[in-house]
């Protein structure tokens, strides 16, 4: 759909060559908005976004958010940042700066342009939770010198910065902590439980559970988290979050592997191999924010997402 002028947008998607950036993109881009998507390709990938680069209303800049940014925008979505433990935790040094130096030069080019920011938080400030389900006033527990640190204090940094350029400066932020997210683009050697559960199935490899299986995750699909961030976006201007977006439906890791194991009709056998250091034992969003301020709850069940996601992972295997 092309809008007209006046009702169309030019957004900054920062690390939109990733999974869940490259949706962002589609979508944006399918309201009828210019988009200028900025990424380093550090985790993300051009296949993710190769479809759109035909498109007049897109455009690609190869970036490092840890760099100043100068471009004319008028909302910015700051998603840069790997997300898989294994990414993170691969160079922690630059994980913290892109987390940290990112925001502060987003947050920089937010307040030159006067324009909305929004940031791609985690439920990972959340830590181990001692809280469950997770409320956004809940301030988490969080190990700060543990191989996750990294990650956790780099958001729980980024969403401080966030609230300080807010009330020290008047810019109008969006933080969204976003809950563990799968769906089709998901890099295959991603390092998550979902894609690499879904390969191993599908390669009749062994469906690697760390620990007991019994930790929880609540695993929400690609489109509706899509929906979430841009009803946040959307909201009106006192909003600033943080709002929890995510599936408050919890499964335990053992579940995840019977389910991926009946939906790809796979023969592969469970493996146990050592829980990683601070993997947190249970996780599940309270919701009732995003239900009440942004009319927002999930629609598409597992069984359903996972189903789609496997279709889209044969095309790739
Ligand atoms: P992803 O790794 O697929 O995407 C991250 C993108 O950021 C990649 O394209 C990568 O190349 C890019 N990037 C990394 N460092 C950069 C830098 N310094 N400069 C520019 N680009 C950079 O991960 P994703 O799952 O799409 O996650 C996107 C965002 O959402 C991240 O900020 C992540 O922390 C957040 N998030 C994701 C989930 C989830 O379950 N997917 C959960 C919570 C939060
Ligand atoms: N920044 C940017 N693009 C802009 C404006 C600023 O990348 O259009 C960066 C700038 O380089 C600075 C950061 O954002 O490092 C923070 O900017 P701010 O104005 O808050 O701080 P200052 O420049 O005063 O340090
Ligand atoms: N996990 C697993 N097998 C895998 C990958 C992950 O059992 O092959 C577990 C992991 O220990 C954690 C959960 O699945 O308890 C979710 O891990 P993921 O890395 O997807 O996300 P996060 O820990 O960041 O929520």
């Known amino acids: ?42 985790t993300g990938d051009k296949s993710n976004i190769a479809h759109l680069l035909k498109n007049e209303r897109f455009e690609l800049l190869r970036h490092d958010v840890t760099f100043p940014l100068f471009v004319e925008v008028d909302e910015i979505y ?75 204090e780099g958001k729980r940094c980024a969403e401080t910065l966030f609230f300080d350029y807010h009330r020290q400066l008047g810019l109008q932020i969006k933080v969204a902590r976003i809950f563990n997210t799968y769906g089709p683009r998901m890099h295959i050697a991603d390092g998550r439980v ?9 390669r009749g490899e062994p469906i690697t559970l760390y620990g007991d299986g019994e930790q929880t995750r609540s695993f929400c699909y690609v489109d509706d988290l899509i929906e979430g961030l841009v009803r946040l976006m959307d909201s009106p201007d006192e909003v600033t979050g943080p709002i929890n977006i995510g599936n408050p439906v919890e499964f335990s890791m053992a579940s995840l592997a019977a389910l991926v194991i009946a939906a790809t ?53």
Not at 194 to 202: E, G, K
Request: glycine share 8%.
């Open 1 to 42: 759909m092309a809008r007209s002028y006046s009702s169309r947008k030019r957004v900054l998607v920062t690390g939109g060559a990733g999974f869940l950036g490259s949706h962002l993109c589609d979508r944006l881009i399918a309201d009828g908005h210019e988009v200028i998507c900025a990424d380093n390709f550090y």
């Open 78 to 152: 700051n998603l840069a940042c790997p997300a898989s433990p294994i990414h993170y935790q691969h160079d922690p040094v630059q994980t913290t700066k892109t987390s940290v130096h990112g925001a502060i030069n987003m947050l920089g080019l937010a307040k030159r342009l006067k324009v909305k920011i929004l940031q791609a938080s985690t439920s990972e400030v959340y830590g181990d939770p001692s809280v469950h389900p997770q409320t956004e006033d809940y301030w988490g527990n969080v190990n700060p010198i543990g191989p996750r640190s990294c990650y956790d």
């Open 194 to 202: 979902v894609s690499n559960f879904i390969v191993q199935a599908l």
């Open 265 to 317: 009709g796979s023969k592969s056998e469970v493996s146990y191999a050592p829980l990683p250091a601070d993997d947190p034992r249970q996780r599940k969003p309270d919701i009732t924010r995003a239900r009440d301020i942004l009319g927002w709850e999930p629609t598409v069940p597992l069984e359903d997402g996972l189903r789609r996601t496997i279709e889209e992972f044969r095309g790739r295997i």
